[in-house]
């Protein structure tokens, strides 16, 4: 049986933000994109499955460059750090890897893993153990003992949920060690933390400790990214040789400088902060935080933009994975923010999640754009996101999702578990039960 599809009919948007081209014909066969244009027609088999396009555009499928697979969409620190076992893990996020792919992301860039388990769950996925898109992942960030955004959760040493606690260079040399010998595509620092007297994190890295990670990284051939939200750390952070930058919240000029200079990838997820914004009453999240977070969207926005014309490379990434980005749904939201927040255009965006989001997989020359010789991960939609960016966004505007060559299975219903004992915790009331409030206020 032929392994040959035939897309006829589309407009294809290629990934390399070029122009449209209209009614070209693209052949995939064997894993790989073999013929674009009138030469698909003419190479095209005779038993090849035919894919009519018309109407709708062809384009790469989606990179989602920061995306947490094992959380399960999770709602607290509590629940990440502590009620998560590794063997229901790994089953869970065989399962939510379905409804990734699902959404149109065939490519996805994990940085810290529950328990370590990124190699394995992308050792499955390549072996085609289970579905989903093809993964390069970190093993576990790397904190120091003030901790990440868990802050006092966090324990002195040792190792809880997706945090490997360093407490010295001498410590961050051997883990970083350790983390490339357990199969790391990255290495993971956690810049950035929350301790009990700071407003908002702090750095929480000394200089020469984020110089050891990358130095130790970079010497086994093994790339190193930061969670950064606060300019300094992302200054520290681009001086050290990270090579990519999550978040860069409040970035300065000065920090803006460093990273030029050094050739840091920028990846600043505000998908999480714009749901949180827009949507976070609805869903019973803290009250008042709203304006908190539309201000750092602003604010890192206008500097993402200075960045953007000073030449840096910005990547696409959702942060699924928490009760605020479940699997599935918020994948393209990114660009929507990037082109109403930044002002790119809707291609340049699409470019941020395709080819841009083929390095941060380390697979420039196999995926991100279509082109001939690229790997076969293409997606068809019922409509045109360059005049409407937000349908990437839409599931069902998806019409084929063609992953590793093959049609993607889209009429099955959609994934979902029901409730794990220990899993989500549930709070026996949101808030105090006073006497006040139970009986009213004494007259």
Known sequence: ?????????????????????????????????????DQAIEQASLDAAVIDATGKT??????????HCTFDDVQSNDQLFFHRDSTLVALTTAQNLQKVLR?????FVDPDTLHGVGPGIRNALEAGVIEGPRMKTGVQAMLTSVGGTAGPLIPDSGTVGYAQVVKSVDDVILWTR????QGADWIKIHATGSTPTSK???LVWSQDELNAACDTAHALGVRAMAHCRTSESVRAAAEAGVDLILHASFMDEVALAAVVKSGSTLCPTFTFLANLADF???VGASPGMEDVFRNEISATAKMMREAYDSGVTL?????????????????????EIFVNELGLTPIEAITTATKNGAWAMGMEDELGTVEVGKLADVLVVDGDPTQDITILNDKSKLSEIISRGKRVDLTQPWPQHGRIPNWQISSWASESLTWERAYGSPS
């Open 1 to 37: 049986m032929s392994s040959a599809i035939l897309i006829t009919g589309g407009t294809l948007i290629d990934g390399n933000g070029g122009p449209l081209v209209s009614n070209s014909g693209v052949l995939l066969d064997d894993g790989k994109i073999v013929a674009i244009g």
């Open 58 to 67: 062809v384009m790469p499928g989606l990179i989602d460059s920061h995306l």
């Open 103 to 107: 959404a149109g992301v065939t490519s």
């Open 178 to 181: 350790r983390h490339v010998k």
């Open 200 to 202: 908002g994190e702090v």
């Open 280 to 282: 976070g009453p609805s």
């Open 315 to 335: 990547i696409c990434g959702s942060e699924s994975g928490f009760a605020l980005t479940p699997y599935g749904h918020w994948h393209g939201r990114e660009m």
